[in-house]
């Protein structure tokens, strides 16, 4: 249900939909999502994490470069290091931390 409800809210804001999933202290589960054009803002992570886009697509930033990941591919986000995603397309996608 909390995927559904992730997808119906991103039709009313364009702002991003975060949802945890699992938060436990050696991983932390996070759904995600974008409206079209939508920006999720330039942040860090200090665990190692990776995103799964589940529906859609995104722009991946970090370090001056752009990785565009497309339903069922993975992008790896490295500690530390500033990142933002911006949606191409209505986007689901999970960030696992851990």
Do not use: C, W
Not at 7 to 17: F, N, Q
Not at 38 to 57: F, M, R
Not at 74 to 87: F, T
């Amino acid at each position: 249900m909390i995927l559904k409800e992730i997808l119906s809210e991103i039709e009313t804001t364009d702002k991003a939909v975060v949802k945890k999933l699992q938060n436990g202290k050696e991983q932390q589960v996070l759904a995600i999502g974008l409206q079209k054009n939508a920006i999720l803002k330039e942040h860090k992570t200090d665990i190692p994490a990776k995103l799964y886009v589940l529906t859609g697509e995104v722009v991946y930033r970090a370090g001056g470069t752009e990785s565009i990941v497309k339903q069922f591919e993975e992008q790896e986000i490295n500690m530390g290091d500033l990142h933002s995603v911006k949606a191409h397309e209505n986007s689901l996608f999970l960030v696992i931390k851990g």
